[in-house]
């Protein structure tokens, strides 16, 4: 009986530690480091020139989140430079499938980030107006 009981407790305590609760975090598709690729708004569609696809979009595991836009000037000599446009930091947070709050400074929006494909994501404000990022 001692020996059943022993069998018994045995396998119990067996079924509890293997049924662990999985400790790795889950890797969310927008996970990576983002550059914009094409963009759709109010009718019209264009592609990032090289400069503008210097920028980057970056959402860290942790929830921490950066950006950099870049936008082609005209220099005082009449020839035309990539400048930075802005940059800046925050966090990001799922909020439900395919829904995500991004807050950076006094900037807090909530986006729908689709995937497209493995390697590309599309950030949509709304029906009209989109921009497609590639992952680097």
Known sequence: MKLIQLLLTSTVLWVL??????DTPVQDFVIGEWQPSIAFGDGDFFEFNDCEKQGRTIFQPNGAYSF????????GDNSVEC???GSGTGTWLKKAENMYTIEAGSLIETI???PIHADTIRFR?????????SRL
């Open 17 to 22: 530690i293997s049924c662990k609760e999985d």
């Open 68 to 75: 950099s836009s870049y936008l082609e000037v005209l220099a």
């Open 83 to 85: 400048s930075l446009n």
């Open 112 to 114: 729908e980030i689709i």
């Open 125 to 133: 404000a709304d029906q009209n107006n989109y921009a497609d990022y």
